[in-house]
């Protein structure tokens, strides 16, 4: 499974209304994050769970559902995060 499907398999439970998850890892080919076998993720998320949080709430909200990801298969990644109205 890509790392891109484990992202999308773990935000699964902040239940989307829509995600777009870029891989942009071969832009950043040579630099320290890659060479350790760390991707470079950009992604796009609207959910009803991050109504009422502020931008950093919602990145802990996301950092929390991909987990260990964050250690291991992601070394960066660019996030935004929206309500369904914004």
Same mark, same amino acid.
């Given at each position: 499974?890509?790392?891109?499907?484990?992202?999308?398999?773990?935000?699964?439970?902040?239940?989307?209304?829509?995600?777009?998850?870029?891989?942009?890892? #071969?832009? /950043?080919?040579?630099?320290?994050? %890659?060479? &350790?076998?760390?991707?470079?993720?950009?992604? =796009?998320?609207? *959910?009803?769970?991050?109504?009422?949080?502020?931008?950093? #709430?919602? /990145?802990?909200?996301?950092?929390? %559902?991909? &987990?260990?990801?964050?250690?291991?298969?992601? =070394?960066?990644? *660019?996030?935004?995060?929206?309500?369904?109205?914004?």
């Amino acid at each position: 499974m890509s790392t891109v499907d484990l992202i999308r398999q773990r935000l699964t439970e902040l239940q989307p209304l829509q995600l777009d998850i870029e891989d942009e890892s #071969a832009l /950043h080919a040579g630099h320290a994050g %890659a060479a &350790g076998g760390g991707g470079h993720y950009r992604m =796009h998320i609207v *959910s009803a769970a991050f109504v009422g949080l502020n931008t950093v #709430a919602r /990145h802990r909200l996301i950092y929390a %559902a991909l &987990g260990e990801l964050m250690r291991t298969k992601i =070394h960066a990644l *660019s996030i935004d995060a929206r309500t369904p109205p914004e």
